[in-house]
């Protein structure tokens, strides 16, 4: 069976988004950008809310990179959720986009990115990664770029969530 690079990459992006529905079960408005508190005691850890709007970020910028229309990032997510951004519990809801804006924002550009990934050919994603620096050394290639973007990175990130359902009392996902 011969599969194109951008299909293997499109496979572990859709388990990826499986299981980020599978992490959402349960999780109330109310509770996404909460910091979870077990036994009362308030555990300072990503909460749903940071880790889908951080994710929700590299949709855009997989298509972006494969030289694709990307949804714009609404206004604020860039702020709110960048890799410098820190995440802080939200008990007012008034820091973080609402439940419903972050989760379709990243289910929307992620799964624009499966279909541009399972379309695009081995000779775009053999090109050099446009990024410099660190990322460039780790990801020489635009396939290993984004390889990592929808394995290694989000699924980390994910994991995180996975704990954070836990210390809230939601159980495994």
Same mark, same amino acid.
């Given at each position: 069976?011969?599969?194109?690079? $951008?299909?293997?990459?499109?496979?572990?992006? %859709?388990?990826?988004?499986?299981?980020? %529905?599978?992490?959402?079960?349960?999780?109330? +408005?109310?509770?996404?950008?909460?910091?979870?508190?077990? $036994?009362?005691?308030?555990? %300072?850890?990503?909460?749903?809310?940071?880790?889908?709007?951080?994710?929700?970020?590299?949709?855009?910028?997989?298509?972006?990179?494969?030289?694709?229309?990307? +949804?714009?990032? +609404?206004?604020?997510? %860039?702020?709110?959720?960048?890799?410098?951004?820190?995440? &802080?519990?939200?008990?007012?809801?008034?820091?973080? +986009?609402?439940?419903?804006?972050? &989760?379709?924002?990243?289910?929307?550009?992620?799964?624009?990115?499966?279909?541009?990934?399972?379309? &695009?050919?081995?000779? &775009?994603?053999?090109?050099?990664?446009?990024?410099?620096?660190?990322?460039?050394?780790?990801?020489?290639?635009?396939?290993?770029?984004?390889?990592?973007?929808? $394995?290694?990175?989000?699924?980390?990130?994910?994991?995180?969530?996975?704990?954070?359902?836990?210390?809230?009392?939601?159980?495994?996902?």
């Amino acid at each position: 069976m011969s599969r194109s690079f $951008g299909n293997c990459i499109a496979d572990s992006l %859709e388990l990826c988004l499986g299981y980020s %529905e599978r992490l959402l079960k349960d999780v109330t +408005p109310q509770q996404f950008a909460r910091f979870a508190a077990p $036994g009362g005691v308030v555990i %300072e850890s990503n909460h749903p809310a940071f880790v889908f709007g951080h994710l929700s970020l590299y949709g855009p910028r997989i298509l972006t990179q494969l030289n694709l229309p990307a +949804p714009a990032i +609404p206004e604020g997510f %860039e702020a709110a959720f960048s890799k410098d951004a820190k995440c &802080v519990d939200d008990p007012s809801g008034t820091v973080y +986009p609402s439940m419903d804006a972050v &989760v379709k924002f990243y289910f929307d550009g992620y799964r624009a990115a499966v279909a541009a990934l399972r379309a &695009v050919s081995d000779n &775009v994603l053999q090109q050099t990664n446009p990024l410099e620096g660190r990322m460039a050394t780790l990801f020489p290639s635009l396939g290993s770029l984004q390889s990592f973007y929808c $394995g290694g990175h989000m699924m980390m990130h994910l994991g995180q969530i996975s704990a954070w359902r836990r210390m809230a009392g939601l159980g495994a996902a």
